[in-house]
């Protein structure tokens, strides 16, 4: 069961979730062991349904979509404090059952996150699509796909990720920080990751927007607004009258009073003022 309301989403531009009817599929992997999750709504309830070589394997195929879905996320102490804020509320009282979209896995946050890095997402969808050809797992069927590893990236050289779309310098950052992360140096996995963070910041071209988009998408931090989209800098320029787009700092400044929640507030605020966000 979900902590409150919930509606099952669509499928991810990736590919890798699908939504077939009433059912997302998801395929992950468990160390090496393939496991293939459904999830749909029956009675009220979030039912899932996993297919594994092992229980080990199904339990953790499950807890990952879980939290994919953001069925941990407690909203309800969100929504009462700011029901009747003037940027969130209205959004809050309409969208009750509006959650975050996660990745299941913090490497495949943090790839897409330097894949997406100054490009239309259009274009970083298909390149993340190259790269799960290229580079992900499949199922023994050969339908489904994973992303890959940050062992499988750590392997590769710099124009071999190229050769899937993306930049030079974006290509060398995703290489250094797969190998940080497949030979142990970063655990996205901590519980208190704020020294991962900053050893990943030291790697040229991964930026601050990067780690709030791993923070919050693939690590659940609702605290860590990615402060640098586009979308953020837009509405902030209007909302704060500044004529302008804001800079990141003015962004987060703009929604520190909704600490601890200043993520879920950023996802909100765009849903209450999307035609503030298509200014400039």
């Known amino acids: 069961m979900p902590v409150g309301r919930f509606r099952l989403p669509g499928g991810s531009r990736d590919g890798l979730t ?3 009817g009433n059912v997302l599929e998801r395929l992950l992997h468990h160390q090496e062991e393939p496991v293939l999750v459904r999830s749909w709504i029956a009675a009220g309830s979030v039912r899932f ?3 594994a070589p092992s229980r080990q394997a199904c339990e953790y195929g499950i807890d990952r979509m879980r939290f994919a ?4 996320l407690d909203l309800a102490p969100f929504m009462r404090r700011f029901r009747r804020d003037p940027l969130v509320g209205p959004a809050i009282r309409q969208r009750q059952w509006y959650r975050p979209w996660r990745q ?3 490497f495949e946050s943090l ?3 330097i ?3 100054l490009i239309e997402a259009g274009a970083a969808f298909e390149i993340q699509k190259r790269m799960i050809r290229r580079f992900g797992r499949r199922s023994e069927c050969g339908r489904r796909s994973n992303s890959p590893t940050a062992a499988a990236i750590a392997r590769r050289s710099p124009p071999e990720i190229q050769s899937c779309g993306l930049a030079e310098r974006r290509a060398i950052a995703l290489l250094c920080a797969a190998r940080e992360v497949a030979d142990g140096r970063i655990d996205l996995h901590s519980e208190e990751p704020e020294k991962d963070w900053a050893r990943l910041r030291s790697i040229p071209n991964v930026g601050s927007w990067t780690i709030e988009k791993l923070a919050w998408h693939g ?3 609702a605290d860590m607004l990615p402060a640098g989209d586009l979308a953020y800098v837009k509405i902030v320029g209007v909302l704060a009258g500044l004529g302008r787009r804001a800079t990141e700092d003015e962004v987060r400044e703009y929604f520190a009073p909704y600490a601890p929640y200043q993520a879920i507030a950023g996802m909100y605020a765009l849903r209450g003022a999307a035609p503030a966000a298509g200014r400039w």
């Open 18 to 20: 699908r939504r077939r």
């Open 49 to 51: 349904q996993a297919e």
């Open 69 to 72: 879905l953001a069925l941990d």
């Open 104 to 106: 299941p896995e913090p």
């Open 111 to 113: 790839a897409w996150a």
């Open 115 to 117: 894949t997406e890095q």
């Open 219 to 221: 690590q659940g931090r």
